[in-house]
């Protein structure tokens, strides 16, 4: 590896791919990285790679668009077409969504040149993210949307599934169900989120899953949060 940068690998549903002696790595259908056979994923999306002494994830697809953020979630970015950006935290979450699937890796860095960031604080069962308040019944929706992608463990692939599959998880009624999914996408897009604004044209199935995107790699929910559904009520915490 060039001089200066510090040992680096992505972790991929448990699968570690170091940089290659190039110090570069690609993700994508195919590359260093595969991802999946999935039609709707680039064959080649992602490329991390070292540049005058820095770590560098690029967007080399022409669609999609990744998300990243730190090990605590409370450093967030998108990753646009042609986009790229510097990795400087120990461990960076990248969440992309190819058709109805949503995939995680992990970039892990030895000795990076930012710290940790301290984690989200929670108080009297309200979840607080930056601005953002979470109710019980927001909290809860959004666990249902992210069950299957917090199942298996936060990392890989998941699925989302439609509002009336969500809202018969929950036992309520469709008419309940996007009242409330309309609340809490209003809340986070006034905390700076975007992608879930009611905008023309923009699909349902779009704007659940920025929010399921965005949930889980910020930590807004996470597997802990998995028996709230079982236990069919708002969190107590």
């Keep these: 590896m060039n001089e200066g940068v510090t040992r680096a690998h992505i972790d991929f549903c448990g699968e570690l791919y170091p ?3 190039d110090d570069q790595l690609t993700v994508g ?10 039609p709707f994923l680039h064959r080649q999306f992602l ?14 697809g022409s669609q999609l668009t990744a998300s990243l ?3 605590a979630g409370l450093v967030q970015t998108r990753l646009s077409p042609g986009a790229q950006v510097p990795i400087a935290f120990p461990r960076t979450a990248v969440w992309f969504t190819a058709g109805s699937t949503t995939y995680e890796l992990e970039i ?7 710290a940790p960031v301290v984690d989200v604080r929670e108080e009297e069962g309200w979840t607080t993210i930056g601005r953002a308040t979470l109710t019980p ?11 299957d992608i917090l199942r298996r463990g936060g990392r890989g692939q998941g699925s989302i599934p439609s509002s009336v599959a969500a809202a018969e998880r929950l036992g309520w009624t469709l008419t309940k169900f996007n009242r ?29 899953t920025r929010l399921v995107d965005h949930a889980v790699s910020t ?6 949060d998995l028996p709230l559904l079982d236990a069919g009520q708002p969190s107590a915490q």
Excluded at 50 to 59: E, F, I, Y
Excluded at 180 to 206: F, H, I, M, N
Excluded at 219 to 224: D, E, H, I
């Design 19 to 21: 940089l290659s002696d």
């Design 29 to 38: 259908r195919v590359g260093d990285v595969v991802i999946d056979d999935n």
């Design 47 to 60: 490329k991390l790679y070292v540049h005058d002494g820095m770590l560098w994830l690029r967007n080399v």
């Design 69 to 71: 953020a730190d090990e």
């Design 108 to 114: 892990v860095v030895e000795e990076a040149p930012a």
């Design 137 to 147: 019944d927001q909290r809860l929706l959004l666990v249902a949307l992210a069950e």
């Design 180 to 208: 409330k999914l309309d609340t809490v996408c209003e809340k986070l897009t006034k905390t700076g989120v975007r992608g879930l604004s009611g905008q023309p044209g923009k699909l349902a199935s779009s704007r659940r």
């Design 219 to 224: 930590g807004l929910v996470t597997g802990a």
